[in-house]
């Protein structure tokens, strides 16, 4: 199932629709490391609001996702953990490390937006 | 207590589809919308690690009951190559694959009973089982 990527701005938004395989989610970390180069993007928000379920595997991905897009020089915002997936992980003693969440797309973009301009203001 | 639901592991998309019936079995007894996440995270991680260290093998869903309680059971079997050191691969963080080392250990703190039997070279049966509250 292939995650459609919006570009919107300076930003890059991926909209997971259905139940992710492995495969799909190598294709859609390929995909956005890929394309925050070709738009030069400044962030990627990842929508995992449908998504019932996150394992070992899918955080895996989503961290190394996150992480490769650091060193291409944007920032990632995962938004929309569900309360039973939230639950599950942490059960399951899943974190997603240093990644930056958001409550939604909306939140996600006003944590975008502030960092844009904490970065122009000078300094991180 | 109701028929099995037996199915093949082979592809990445086998896991999917297990954890999809899984959570469809458990949903017609009183499990919680988390408790039916918590199982369907778990059919996730034992088959994969089917497909991981077997390539291929199946798992088997059913509906149990112990006295008046009802729950799930998920037996996830494989003819693998079977694990060496089965503390070892209950230990949070050791992984052969380069993984986070989490399946499980992590499946097992999922489920209410847990069971794995392995030898080397004669594959490895996981059996978990989860209750209703």
């Known amino acids: ?124 | 207590m109701g028929a099995e639901r037996l199915i093949a592991i082979a592809t990445d998309r086998d896991i999917v589809t297990a954890r999809e019936e899984g959570r469809e079995l458990a949903s017609t007894l009183n499990f919680s919308p988390s408790d039916l996440t918590v199982i369907a995270v778990a059919i996730s991680e034992v088959t994969r690690n089917i497909l991981m260290y077997a390539g291929q093998g199946e798992v088997s869903l059913c509906l149990v009951d112990k006295g008046s309680r009802r729950g799930i059971a998920v037996v996830a079997r494989d003819h693998g190559p079977g694990i060496e050191n089965v503390a070892l691969a209950l230990e949070d963080g050791y992984s052969t694959s380069g993984g986070l080392g989490l399946g499980l250990p992590g499946a097992r703190r999922l489920v209410d009973e847990f069971d794995i039997r392995s030898a080397p070279g004669n594959g490895t049966t996981v059996t978990l089982r989860k209750w209703e509250r």
């Open chain 1, 1 to 124: 199932m292939l995650v459609p990527i919006l570009k919107q701005g300076d930003y890059l938004i991926a909209s997971i629709q259905s139940a992710l395989t492995d495969t799909d989610l190598l294709s859609l970390r390929d995909d956005l490391v890929g394309q925050v180069g070709h738009y030069r993007s400044r962030g990627v928000i990842i929508d995992v609001t449908v998504l019932d379920v996150m394992d070992s595997f899918a955080v895996r991905m989503l961290s190394t996702l996150a992480q490769m897009i650091t060193l291409r020089g944007a920032e990632t915002v995962i938004v929309g953990i569900q309360p039973d997936v939230a639950f599950a992980m942490v059960q399951l003693g899943l974190t997603l490390g240093g990644v930056a969440t958001a409550l939604d797309l909306e939140e996600g973009l006003a944590y975008l937006n502030a960092r844009a301009k904490k970065g122009k203001a000078g300094g991180r």
